[in-house]
């Protein structure tokens, strides 16, 4: 079995592996960790500079640790100091893209553990062992974590799951991480668990497996064209020694090598193997010396380059790319663009994307080759803020008429990375349908990222609410509902407004929101006018006399003895409940003698046009459907604290109580298209850490109603 990192013409004791070609000094190392042998380490962390071949050494690795792999592999003829046992396939969460809680979610997934919060995750797999099951876990691409860049998950991954896990003498645990992470994971544990693997230090030095790439790199076999230089294998081997050894071992020394052959092979001519000066030393003067052979200046490879490197995810769409470039650059670049294709060819690649929610014309991304490219072109960029917020601005022209619900997938899924790092996202989150539109996990964790006391009263609300919404996984207008009984919730009507206005299909609009501390049970009753005989509008079935005025709807919440504008119950104790009295439709208080209220009678409820049924945190709202004899679901209703009281009106408002106030919504027709959402259990692509307090915007502790505005009619 043979790669492009494998020379045929390499002999030796021993085979290289298939797949690195080399590293065998890490790769005894790691097998002596995998052997789990009394004085091998536990805990293994693998760290060097972008470039070296973290990734690809173990990739490498886990092949030899797969059983099924294995069997692909002739074993025999390798290093037998560098093949794991044969045991079970470790855990490998991807963490890619992902926060430090989706990662542990991961985990107790793939374990089956019956942890519903994530600090009962560790003790549970410290006591997996104890049945027989093995703890072996890898986590690779530890750089890679987190869905927007500069929100710091990387070092959120290391402090929050692998030092816990790494602290749990039954986990035996490999990380890739960066280096600035390495020394932080290994404190605090007992000398000899735990060892550091540097790829650029010398103990792992591997200048044969570097020929070795460079070699089969330019070995017509592999896909190199037919040249002096290539097809000679003596030939081929002194270029390859030459080009590692420029390269030198470390500092991304891998990705050097690759880059320079592919620079070499793509323009040839004029190449003179012998002239060791055109050769690179380090990914950097790889991109320039590739520059300066396709006639171009370094400055301009570096430009087109650079709105990829400040790219959050896989890459950008492809017509993005011309005008951010112009953006970042501060001078039209679309003459070089145009032109700049085979200029950028070896350090760029395709993304296809085959989520069926991405429009056709976003299917296709363009994103760097390796991460290191991007780090180097990064750290030539002397303003990074400033680039970041050119680029925002730019993206903010590409929404149709403001509209976020007509913006590509990238401008509003992403723009948020991209203020972030500008240091412009408070300023960002003042339009409530960019948190309606905006995918809810990247959004939450670029709002997440900015001081609190730097976020206004809507990017408070919203970061209250995002657990809730990436939780529950809601849809568009689903989210939309839910912030806009947030808002108002809030004291905010003003951005509910908006959201009514903008999004007609809402399941609900919220007619008022009272915050009450300690609200329990609630009911929907009639308030008899003052004076009223219970049975007045039995006495009089002719009409005659004045008409009496119509019974006022209004809500009864049991609430705690004390609270501004109830009245106790008759229990005869201070310490007993009292109820709080309030018009149905606007929330204001009414102090009425509760003997006056009438509940609602069983034909009354019967005759509505809305059925609700309640979980602990969800109550579902469905409409009776005569002519089909049946029910269809309207609505759910969510919430991230348990519902302590609900009652529907006839009429469709639906009451709602928690332990921290009362709210009424009147509850709309659904609308077509409109789907709810999923049920609120762990998923490891959705879950989050348990919300940390938010600051709370000031609002009386009286109820308060939602403004004239936040009761429409339906």
């Known amino acids: 079995m043979t790669s492009p990192t494998q020379a045929p013409e390499q002999a030796g004791a021993h085979e290289p592996h298939p797949y690195i070609g080399g590293r065998s000094a890490a790769l005894r190392a790691l097998a002596a960790w995998r052997s789990e042998h009394p004085d091998a380490p536990r805990v293994v962390i693998l760290t060097g500079s972008p470039g070296t071949g973290r990734s690809r050494l173990l990739t490498g690795f886990l092949m030899l640790c797969d059983p099924e792999y294995r069997t692909g592999l002739e074993l025999d003829a390798l290093d037998p100091a560098t093949v794991p046992p044969d045991l079970p396939a470790p855990a490998v969460p991807s963490v890619a893209g992902l926060t430090a809680t989706q990662t542990l979610w991961l985990l107790a997934d793939h374990y089956g553990l019956s942890a519903t919060r994530t600090a009962g995750i560790f003790p549970e797999l410290g006591r997996l062992p104890s049945s027989g099951r093995p703890v072996t876990i890898v986590v690779p691409d530890v750089d890679r974590a987190g869905p927007v860049r500069a929100a710091g998950e990387p070092a959120r991954l290391v402090r929050e799951v692998l030092k816990p896990l790494a602290a749990v003498e039954s986990v035996r645990l490999l990380a890739d991480v960066p280096r600035e992470f390495a020394a932080e994971l290994a404190e605090g544990l007992p000398p000899g668990v735990a060892r550091i693997i540097d790829l650029d230090a010398p103990e792992w030095a591997d200048p044969h497996g570097l020929v070795r790439q460079a070699e089969a790199l330019l070995n017509p076999r592999f896909g190199a064209p037919e040249l002096p230089f290539t097809t000679a294998p003596d030939a081929r081997r002194t270029l390859a020694e030459a080009i590692a050894g420029q390269a030198g071992d470390g500092a991304g020394s891998r990705l050097t090598v690759q880059l320079a052959v592919e620079s070499i092979l793509m323009r040839p001519e004029g190449f003179d193997p012998e002239d060791t000066g055109h050769l690179p030393g380090n990914v950097g003067e790889a991109l320039d010396l590739h520059a300066r052979r396709l006639g171009a200046h370094p400055r301009t490879l570096r430009q087109i380059l650079a709105p990829l490197a400040l790219a959050e995810g896989e890459g950008l769409p492809v017509q993005l790319l011309t005008p951010l470039a112009s953006a970042v650059a501060e001078r039209d670049m679309s003459a070089e663009m145009a032109r700049g294709m085979l200029l950028v060819a070896p350090f760029i690649r395709p993304v296809e994307q085959d989520d069926d929610g991405v ?339 000031d609002a009386a502790q009286a109820p308060q109603a939602g403004g004239a505005d936040a009761h429409p009619t339906a």
């Open 359 to 697: 429009p056709e014309d976003e299917r296709t991304l363009v994103g760097l080759r390796h991460p290191g490219i991007g780090e180097t072109v990064r750290a030539g960029i002397p303003d990074v803020p400033g680039a970041q917020a050119r680029i925002a601005m730019e993206l903010l022209k590409a929404v149709p008429q403001q509209d976020w619900g007509q913006a590509g997938k990238y401008v509003r899924d992403r723009i948020a990375g991209h203020t972030l790092e500008a240091g412009l996202l408070p300023q960002l989150l003042t339009d409530p349908n960019l948190f309606v539109h905006a995918e809810p996990v990247r959004l939450r964790a670029a709002v997440e990222a900015v001081p609190p006391e730097q976020l206004d009263a809507a990017a408070r609300t919203y970061l209250r609410t995002a657990p809730l919404l990436t939780r529950t996984q809601a849809p568009t207008v689903l989210r939309a509902a839910l912030l806009e009984t947030a808002f108002v919730e809030d004291g905010l009507p003003e951005y509910a407004a908006v959201l009514r206005r903008t999004l007609p299909g809402l399941p609900w609009h919220t007619l008022w929101s009272a915050r009450i501390a300690g609200a329990g049970a609630v009911t929907v009753g009639r308030l008899r006018p003052s004076g009223a005989a219970p049975d007045s509008a039995e006495e009089d079935p002719a009409g005659q006399g004045p008409p009496e005025p119509a019974p006022l709807a209004v809500a009864v919440s049991v609430v705690p003895h004390g609270t501004p504008g109830s009245r106790p119950l008759p229990a005869g104790a201070a310490e007993a409940p009292a109820v709080l009295v309030q018009d149905l439709a606007t929330g204001s208080v009414i102090d009425a003698d509760p003997a006056r209220i009438q509940r609602l009678s069983d034909d009354e409820r019967a005759a509505g046009s809305f059925g609700y049924s309640r979980g602990a945190d969800y109550v579902r709202v469905w409409r009776r459907d005569e002519r089909k004899g049946g029910e269809e679901v309207v609505t759910a209703l969510l919430s991230a604290t348990p519902f302590t009281g609900t009652d529907l009106s006839p009429e469709g408002i639906l009451l709602v109580a928690t332990a921290g106030g009362v709210k009424a919504l009147r509850i709309r027709p659904a609308q077509p298209g409109t789907a709810p959402a999923r049920r609120s259990v762990p998923d490891p692509r959705t879950a989050w850490p348990e919300p940390a307090p938010v600051p709370e915007p």
